[in-house]
């Protein structure tokens, strides 16, 4: 049974700081990865999707990188903002059913 | 393009009463997801639906839970009847084929008191 867990569990950095938010998981035969952001009171929004195939993804100012044999996912956040104040979590696809286990979240606060 | 539309947003009921969610998917979303999110935690897959049938819904607890999708395009959670651990957020999402990318709406948050 997969199981995803993420560290830490909450995050509280000055703004323009470059940050790591990281994601381990069980077992390495996923499909893909994925991080969603969760705003407060509000649904999750896809950020990035990461196949089993490739090593990392980027948009914008996000990156995330994948090491299957490790058991790891990172997320990296460049010159952080207010805005990015949210709850980011990561969830593994173990199948193409695309049914996600996801972590419990980290919980990020950029302060002006 | 409408996003994935969820009601009631709340939602506050007495213990062993029952309950009623509704979602609609983005249109032409052949794939619905129902999830748990308990606070502080990620949120859990509650039942799979493709087109109207159910791909998965090993999480769902049938004693309690039921959920349906007629006609492959609306589905409704029900709980019945409701526990105070089922206080938490009810998350629908779908996507347009699997894998694929999953879109949320903005959830149902049930208290039972």
């Known amino acids: 049974k997969q199981e995803v867990t993420q560290i830490p569990a909450a995050l509280s950095v000055p703004e323009g700081e470059n940050l790591v938010l990281n994601c381990s998981f069980t077992d390495s035969a996923i499909y893909n990865l994925q991080w969603f952001r969760q705003d407060p009171g509000k649904g999750l929004t896809s950020l990035l999707l990461i196949q089993s195939s490739q090593r990392e993804q980027t948009s914008g100012r996000l990156n995330a990188s994948l090491d299957k044999s490790s058991g790891r996912s990172t997320l990296y956040i460049a010159a952080s903002q207010p805005g990015d104040s949210a709850t980011y979590l990561c969830?593994?696809?173990?199948?193409?059913?695309?049914?996600?286990?996801f972590g419990g979240g980290t919980r990020l606060m950029v302060k002006p | 393009e409408a996003g994935v539309a969820q009601s009631p947003r709340y939602k506050i009921i007495e213990k062993r009463q029952s309950v009623a969610f509704w979602c609609n998917p983005i249109s032409g979303h052949a794939t619905l997801y129902w999830y748990q999110q308990i606070l502080g935690q990620g949120p859990k897959l509650l039942i799979q639906f493709q087109n109207n049938g159910v791909v998965d819904d090993s999480q769902l607890p049938k004693d309690r839970f039921s959920a349906e999708r007629l006609k492959g395009v609306d589905s409704t959670l029900k709980i019945q009847p409701a526990k105070l651990e089922d206080s938490a957020v009810y998350l629908c999402a779908s996507s347009q084929r699997q894998p694929d990318t999953q879109y949320f709406g903005p959830g149902t948050r049930l208290t039972v008191l």
């Open positions: 969830a593994a696809n173990n199948n193409a059913g695309n049914m996600l286990t």
